[in-house]
């Protein structure tokens, strides 16, 4: 009989240890091991067994492609690529409370329509679950409820009735293996765990929904390797402050990454926000200085968001910057980029810089967009109204093209702006500006290639504040800077 030891394992990245201490040696992360039990067994090869002959198939098939159920929640739909997928896994991590079990009780509802759905809950109890499902008015739909925690009892049950087309699973942290000895929520259950649960999925056919917790970081609890054993990944995100919710896609196995679907927290439940630019945009005030409106891309969507910035002077030896929203590495770089090259004086001062709506915002484009909210509040000139601004900055100041200039436009344009500030098109050798952009719309283009050409667009307003620098020191700046 195998002997049994101790080892330790870090629930942050997996790996072993043969005694506890407070630090991971991997990753560095504290208070993160945990005992388990292992059986101490010599490694064994394949042996002289010889293993069943695999057959190889081109990558042309005569099959016909499964067909994906569509929950009719457009926004839902939108971030897992069109529906779900037959036979895939999907894994959904947020912040405790920040509606995952709602979302999940309202798509598996919509989807009982056209196909049978069952909702395995490890974390509440049948009546807590039809709770839910009556605060939402979803009462009558033909939901199948059930609380269990052992994969093997979930799976036997999977594999001997009807083969239904949707299973959830809430969550994946409180499922268990009964051949391991460790706690529910370890590395070793939670890998285990889901590896079960997705082989079944795959034979059956069925589509699976894992819901996982989050660390304190914001990032999926369990190993690393389970973002990899799903098709896709979800991260339900939002400030609890706001009442919009983001669903984002980070991997995609079936569709676009980095796509969102916008959620709007109500007493009925999530409701869908089919144009959540108009939404982000809904309280902005256009004559209010430190203030501009990006255009950006979600994945595939266009979106418009509002960057609030506020200068105020500092009499501290060094200076403060909060950010909410956006890099605050960018937004050294991007302050940085307007001393040296533009003569703006902005490090005596605390910058304050925030994305409107909870919105988080990662792409370079919203460099020249977060320059234009710093030199307007700096100078106490406002942005033009209704005006978008996008662009790339580089360590010289030049204003670098981003990519789907066309949508963004065309987005500014629908929801009413009539100006742009936009990259400028670089001319080839011996050939006219290059077509950066298609765009034949009736937005006013203000094409700029250097950071110097934005500071003229924005003069200075109000006269300069004892110990901080604005507009009148750009003369010089810009001399010395050619």
Known sequence: MARKSTTYVCQNCGASHSKWSG????????????EEQVSESAPKGLGKTRGSRIEFVGLKGTGVQPQRSISGINEFDR???GGLVPGSATLVGGDPGIGKSTLLMQVTAALSRTIPCAYISGEESIDQLRMRADRLGLADTS???ATATSVRD???TLDDIKTPGLVIIDSIQCMYVDSLDSAPGTVSQVRSSAQELIRIAKRRGFALILVGHVTKEGT????RVLEHMVDTVLYFEGDHSHQFRIMRAVKNRFGASDEIGVFEMTEAGLAEVPNPSALFLSERDIEATGAGVFAGMEGTRPMLVEIQCLIAPSSQATPRRAVVGWDSGRLAMVMAVLEARCGLALGGAEVYLNVAGGLKISEPAADLAVAAAL?????GTPVPPETVVFGEIGLSGEVRAVSQMDARLKEAEKLGFTQAIIPARKKKAG?????????????KIIEIGHLNDLVFLLPEKTPAKPGTSNHSHFSQGAARNG
């Open 154 to 156: 979930i799976v036997a």
């Open 79 to 81: 971030v897992t690529g």
């Open 143 to 145: 939901v199948d409820l």
């Open 431 to 443: 050939q006219s500006a290059s077509k950066k952009t298609s765009y034949t719309g009736n937005l």
């Open 23 to 34: 630090k991971c040696d991997s990753c560095n992360a504290w208070n993160s091991l945990v």
């Open 375 to 379: 030199v307007s509040s700096l100078g």
């Open 220 to 223: 999926i609890a369990g190993p």
